[in-house]
């Protein structure tokens, strides 16, 4: 065991797929001579060389680009786009090309590629560099999205990603990427995709949340506690496919949901989680389901940062009102 932060977890995932795996290789702009802009990727060059560790161009659609015709030939590569907001000149390649082969193909060929960002805000970026960009993604078929939040799901959550046969967008929220340390494994371990982990057991109502937003919960339900309000923290590492029986589990328990996301609230991923309640499990609740969301407007810059971004006061605010509802 050892104790690391999530961008160390990581680096550590990489480093123990590559050493297992010869056909898993790494690419993208700074990873190999830089080690990554957030040094992800240090280290990886030395020991695995520029075959399996390549510095790219400028080119996010040719990097995912090329990173498909490698997973269709056999490899498994990750490729690393340097942040959120650069993820969108390669959505053709993702939405038209990884999603698709699998069924283009009639199963003949699949796409076993990570494509890993940093994601979501605070941490005063410029534009393009803080963006929450998940639903793009969890609507396109045939894609599965990760977005973790402590560094032991990270590591088992890559690794598992970049032995998965499909496509796998991997967000990794840069605000807590050195925020904090846990004890990690050394070795190997997977957590399977498309399972939700309930952070902290709770009875009197349940908190959805995933990526940064995560710790943010946590403390809120901290807060609430000292109110004699025991709340449930649900996060759901995997965006694509959702855990619906988890989700479905607590919201009958608890009768109650909080739904906490960092990106714009109109058809976000929130929205989803609400819907999937309402058609499930409807008949449970005791209160409407509150969302807590970004604004509909471009992440601003970092003078307007702390009042576009989710705080402890406007969840508690959301907890207050379905618990006198």
């Known amino acids: ?29 700074d990873v190999g001579r830089n ?9 990886l060059l030395q020991e695995f060389g520029e075959e ?62 990570v494509v890993r960002a940093p994601c979501s805000g605070g941490i005063h970026a410029p534009e393009h560099h803080s963006e929450s960009p998940e639903a793009y993604f969890a609507h396109t078929p045939g894609v599965k999205v990760v977005m973790p939040s402590t560094p032991y799901d990270t590591k ?6 970049i ?8 967000l990794e929220p840069k605000k807590i990427y050195r925020a904090f340390k846990e004890e990690v494994p050394e070795g190997d371990y997977t957590i399977p995709l498309g399972e939700a982990k309930v952070v902290r057991e709770g009875s009197a109502l349940s908190i959805i949340t995933w990526g ?13 506690k000292g109110k004699g309000i025991d709340a449930e923290v649900i996060d759901l590492r995997t965006l694509s496919p959702l855990d619906t029986k988890s989700i479905k589990a607590s919201v009958e328990k608890t009768g109650r949901a909080v739904i906490v996301q960092e990106a714009p609230r109109s058809c976000g991923l929130g929205a989803e989680v609400a819907a999937l309640i309402g058609e499930k499990s409807l008949l449970y609740l005791k209160a409407p389901i509150e969302r807590v969301a970004g604004f509909d407007t471009p992440f601003p810059l970092y003078r307007l940062e702390k009042y576009y971004l989710p ?8 907890v207050d009102r379905v618990m006198r509802y």
């Open 156 to 161: 088992g959550l890559l690794a598992a990603a």
């Open 35 to 43: 080690g990554g802009v957030f040094r992800a990727t240090e280290g």
């Open 311 to 318: 705080d402890a006061a406007r969840v508690m605010r959301a």
């Open 212 to 224: 940064a937003m995560v710790p943010l919960c946590k403390t809120v339900a901290e807060e609430a």
């Open 1 to 29: 065991m050892t104790k690391i932060n999530i961008v160390q977890a990581v680096n550590m995932a990489l480093r123990e797929e590559m050493a297992r795996d010869k056909s898993v290789v790494v690419l993208g702009e």
């Open 52 to 113: 399996r560790v390549i510095d790219t161009p400028l080119a996010e659609s040719g990097i995912v680009g090329i990173s498909i015709g490698m997973a269709v030939c056999g490899m498994r590569p990750v490729a690393e786009i340097q942040f959120d907001g650069f993820l969108y000149p390669a959505l053709d390649q993702i939405i038209s090309h990884a999603g698709r082969i699998r069924t283009r193909s009639r199963g003949r060929y699949r796409v076993p590629l």
């Open 163 to 170: 032995r998965d046969p499909d496509p796998v967008i991997f």
